[in-house]
């Protein structure tokens, strides 16, 4: 049975969060999930204390004072209010969310550690002080204006929304009211772990993933972040890295079978249309920014290279298929695909695959005698709200980005690596980790870039113009996957007649071998477009397996208003979390199964 966590403490001492900039104060709107909270969310306990009656309450105590008996009109208002007045004052009760930093902003003067794109460098791809104290400026006052202020360099591409995690949101924790670790230091092992591992996913992107276990670079790929022991994050088996948890994720299932998820393969139904899944993608070999001169003017926000197509279309067979299909995505596409491929009917052959995938158990329309769910707890509630979970995800993981962390992107960091080895040698020793410049891939990369070991970029531009801590695909991978695992009964229920592709994508085949859940190929999706970002080179390991976290954080607190504004009785959300922990969502709070 559930057990409920009552009456949950804030945090002893309240912190002023990092880079609080928004110009007015958080905690007097909406606060966050800080202090115990916090903690027991970490641990998968994910603690509220139940909240007070809101509509009956607030009427009655509102309709006392009236002069004339109540309306029906009346009541109702007075009960809205009553609803909003205490999801707002249960999220203030949260107390403050602090948000810790790496410190790189403030160790280095150069600020070598952190984003600086489209803004001036000097020869070595340092950020010009001025530039940088422009944006620094502006995320201090919170203002407008200063942001309209900031320094670019002449024809630098513009920043990309900075005043996005300003904004407020109606409805879950507000932007500033979760929080994330802060992401591995410059100077550390992790992150020169996590660059080896980008340097082997740029390497490996024309090589299909199906063949992973016959590859030869697959295997130094092992053998290289093994050499990094427990600071290379990564999933392992026994302790080691194998060419089965290689470039994968810890969440349940994502190990399981083939690398992409079966969402990604199926056929789609979209309403009496239908998705044939063949994607557009680019050629072998088509990298960017190899050379320092290019990788610098990409620093400074031009755009030198241009993209090459392979000219047909095929189902995803490779690191390079699944950067071309993150790079110009919709923000929940993948997760609205699933959606359609579970809410629709198996027997509709002639409009796609649907799975007809049967509702979460705590769906209060589940086993009604009289009523289905529609507007509420039905099939155009299912969709809407998986995809309205996406843009307030991405006010939360905005915030992150600017506010707090700015983190460098992996393009940078490998100009720092070109910098030290090729164009003034020694100039941040004591920087960069030591266990980097053993990896066997420097080579490797040396010789396939004809000179230098920068990371070979999949697009031509490189990565956004917006930090690299948190990931904006990721944050909404985690927000989306959340949702459908809390609206569908997924866990241990069987993908019925899974599929591979042929080896050069052309069609897709029956898939023989472990058995594959739709819950482990929803963990698996979130997974392969928060890694396919990765495999891009814009994004990090540690990026994408914070944000699907953060992602699900944004979720649940949205899953928490949803279960108290509706009229039906008792409904509730169970699902397992990314890192597997049980989670049911009621009206009276976020609970631990036990």
Not at 334 to 356: E, V
Request: aromatic share 8%.
């Amino acid at each position: 049975m559930p057990t409920p966590q009552k009456d949950l403490p804030t945090s002893s001492t309240e912190q002023t969060p990092e880079a609080d900039s928004s110009g007015v104060s958080r905690r007097k709107f909406l606060g966050g999930l800080g202090g115990a909270a916090a903690a027991a969310m970490a641990s998968g306990v994910l603690g509220a204390a139940a909240l007070e009656p809101a509509a009956q309450a607030a009427a009655a105590a509102g309709l006392a004072s009236e002069a004339h008996p109540p309306s029906p009109a009346n009541l109702r208002r007075k009960a809205c209010w009553g609803v909003r007045k205490n999801m707002a004052d249960y999220w203030f009760d949260q107390g403050l969310v602090a948000h810790p930093v790496n410190g790189d902003e403030a160790r280095y003067g150069s600020k070598i550690g952190n984003y600086s794109k489209s803004m001036r460098h000097n020869a070595f791809g340092e950020v010009d002080p001025d530039d940088y104290d422009s944006l620094l400026k502006a995320i201090a006052s919170g203002k407008a204006a200063d942001y309209d202020a900031m320094s670019l360099a002449p024809g630098a591409r513009k920043q990309t929304n900075p005043q996005c995690g300003l904004a407020f949101d109606m409805e879950g924790a507000d932007s500033q009211g979760v929080a994330v670790p802060p992401p591995p230091a410059l100077a550390s092992k992790e992150i020169a772990g996590e660059m080896v591992e980008l340097y082997w996913m740029s390497l490996l992107r024309d090589t299909n993933f199906l063949d992973y276990g016959s590859s030869p670079a697959a295997a130094e790929a092992v053998a290289d972040l093994n050499a990094f022991g427990a600071d290379f994050k990564g999933p392992k088996r026994n302790g080691k890295v194998t060419v089965q948890t290689l470039f994968r994720d810890i969440a349940p299932g994502t190990g399981v079978g083939p690398y992409i998820s079966q969402f990604m393969w199926l056929n789609t139904p979209f309403g009496v249309e239908y998705v044939e899944r063949k994607m557009w993608t680019l050629a072998a070999g088509s990298d960017h920014m190899q050379n320092f001169g290019e990788w610098l003017a990409v620093q400074t926000g031009t755009v030198p290279g241009t993209q090459q197509f392979l000219g047909q279309r095929r189902y995803v067979v490779n690191g390079r298929d699944l950067a071309a299909w993150v790079h110009v995505d919709v923000l929940f596409q993948a997760y609205f695909n699933a959606c359609l491929i579970l809410i629709s009917p198996p027997d509709s052959s002639d409009i796609g695959g649907g799975i007809g995938c049967p509702l979460n158990p705590g769906n209060p329309y589940l086993h009604n005698p009289t009523q289905d769910g529609f507007g509420t707890y039905g099939p155009p509630a299912i969709k809407a709200l998986m995809c309205e979970v996406a843009s307030r995800a991405l006010k939360a993981t905005w915030h992150k980005k600017w506010q707090v962390h700015r983190r460098l992107r992996p393009e940078a960091f490998g100009g720092r690596v070109e910098v030290q080895l090729n164009q003034d040698k020694g100039r941040y020793d004591g920087v960069l980790h030591p266990s980097l410049f053993d990896a066997k891939v420097l080579d490797r990369i040396e010789s396939y870039n004809r000179g230098s070991v920068l990371l070979p970029m999949a697009f031509p531009e490189g990565s956004p113009t917006h930090p690299s801590y948190t990931a904006g695909h990721a944050t909404v991978a985690g927000a989306c996957v959340t949702i459908l695992k809390a609206l569908f009964d997924t866990e241990n229920r069987p993908i019925p007649h899974p599929v591979v592709p042929t080896a050069d994508g052309s069609a897709l085949v029956p898939y023989t071998g472990p058995a594959l859940t739709l819950e482990g190929e929803l963990n698996k999706l979130a997974s392969n477009i928060a890694t396919g970002r990765n495999i891009a080179g814009v994004h990090w390991r540690s990026d994408a397996y914070e944000s699907m976290r953060l992602g699900q954080k944004v979720a649940i607190s949205i899953l928490q208003e949803q279960s108290k504004i509706h009229n039906e009785a008792n409904p509730y959300y169970i699902f397992r979390g990314f890192d597997g922990e049980r989670i049911v969502v009621r009206a009276g709070g976020v609970f631990n199964s036990v």
